[in-house]
């Protein structure tokens, strides 16, 4: 005999679920139902109940692609986990279907679309793209793009991600609370996600998981230079992809992005001719140009490799132009050293405390005039093996 209190309990949980999912189109729930009806398979499968758990089974497919993003949840989605709900009731209302009694299989959403099921990998062409309009830095706002509300630094961080070639991901886990911060920053979906790429964003952020409720779900967006294949072969989480590698969809690196600095034309000229020969270099007399410059490089996707920066300008010192470059670096959640600008700080004076206090802002290393271009190409041409696409 079927306990009645505990089908009933399930179903009572469902149900809402599936509404909500309907009229919200949160995957959270989607999370929650998977749950939800992978424990009710195991249990009519217990009480003998073939063909129910047959039917219970093919909803749980279904509910796993959806939160894998592998499927979209469809009006049809809600009918057929309400016709699982009526057939379960109606099995604890009756006598049930004799033992390997198999039922009609139940229509699946996807096979009722007139198109074709979408892609494992959903790819949208702008993961800037806010329908919702603009943000302040400090509020996070939320998008259907990304899955989960982001800061306008984290905003940036993804966008920095994505112009440097990385895939975008995101992963969806149910957690119930009690897990204190230090627990729960050692779970070993963050620590694979660390090792795997860099973690943009987390929603909710512990403080408002350890306020909420009993079980809820939290959703993380990472970026990775792996494909969804290869990190599905890691991670134990459905993971779901966002935007992959720009590897596998835009044309290779073949040149070096640089800029130079410096307010004496003799140098300028000499580095430009240097540098232009290895790759795209581009000449600043001051700094706030050369900022300028810097960022608007960043804001079409072409982040500059290298800057070399001298240390007296017209305007600004040397050491201001590299903080603000750090710091700008750091808004987007740029991780140093392999995807950042080297800075190489060029100055003809041999103060060494104007010197320690650049190194602060983290320079990439000195160069003093009169330039040891050795050195120079020497850095390049690391650089050059590092980042760009060998000729074939």
């Known amino acids: ?48 109940q073939v063909a129910l758990a047959t039917e219970v089974h093919h909803l749980e497919d279904t509910l796993d692609r959806i939160r894998r993003g592998r499927a979209t949840w469809q009006t049809d989605t809600c009918d057929l986990v309400m016709a699982v709900i009526d057939r379960v009731r109606a099995t604890l209302d009756g006598p049930g279907e004799p033992e390997g009694t198999a039922g009609p299989e139940p229509a699946r959403p996807e096979a009722t679309q007139a198109s074709a099921p979408p892609p494992p990998e959903e790819v949208f062409e702008n993961p800037l793209a806010d329908p919702m309009g603009p943000a302040t830095p400090d509020l996070p706002r939320p998008s259907p793009t990304w899955g989960l ?55 909710p952020p512990w403080e408002a998981y ?45 040149a070096l992005r640089m800029l130079v600095m410096e307010d004496n034309p003799t140098v300028a000229g000499l580095l430009n001719y240097i540098l232009s020969k290895h ?8 700094g706030t140009e050369g900022l300028a410059y810097f960022r ?47 800075v190489l700080m060029n100055t003809a004076s041999l103060d060494l405390d104007r010197m320690k206090a650049a190194l602060i802002m983290e320079p990439d290393g000195y160069l003093l005039k009169p330039i040891n271009m050795d050195l120079v190409l020497e850095l390049v041409e690391d650089l050059k093996a590092k980042r760009l696409t060998p000729a074939r």
């Not at 886990?173 to 897990?179: A, E, I, M, P, Q």
């Not at 290298?306 to 240390?311: A, E, G, H, K, N």
Request: net charge negative; with cysteine; glycine share 8%.
């Open 279 to 286: 790759g795209e270099c581009a000449v600043c007399e001051a």
């Open 210 to 254: 350890d306020a909420g409720p009993e079980e809820q779900i939290v959703k993380f967006l990472f970026a990775s230079t792996r494909t969804g294949a290869e990190l599905e072969a890691i991670l134990f989480d459905p993971l779901i992809v966002i935007q992959p590698p720009a590897a596998l969809q835009t044309r290779p690196r073949t």
């Open 149 to 203: 509300a982001l800061t306008q630094l984290e905003a940036d961080g993804a966008s920095l991600a994505t112009a440097l070639g990385q895939g975008l991901y995101r992963i969806e886990k149910l957690f119930r609370r009690g897990l204190s911060r230090e627990t729960f920053n050692a779970l070993p979906v963050l620590e694979d996600i660390r090792e795997l790429g860099t973690l943009i964003a987390q929603d």
């Open 1 to 48: 005999m079927m306990d009645r209190g505990y089908f009933e309990d399930l179903l009572g949980q469902l149900e809402p679920l599936a509404l909500a999912m309907d009229r919200t189109g949160d995957t959270a729930n989607v999370h929650l139902l998977f749950r939800l009806v992978h424990n009710l398979k195991s249990s009519v499968a217990q009480e003998g």
């Open 296 to 342: 608007a490089c960043w804001d079409r996707g072409e982040p500059l490799d290298l800057i070399v920066l001298d240390l007296c300008l017209p305007d600004l010192d040397g050491d201001e132009v590299l903080r603000a470059i750090r710091r700008d670096e750091a808004a987007r959640g740029l991780r140093p050293p392999n995807h950042h600008c080297l």
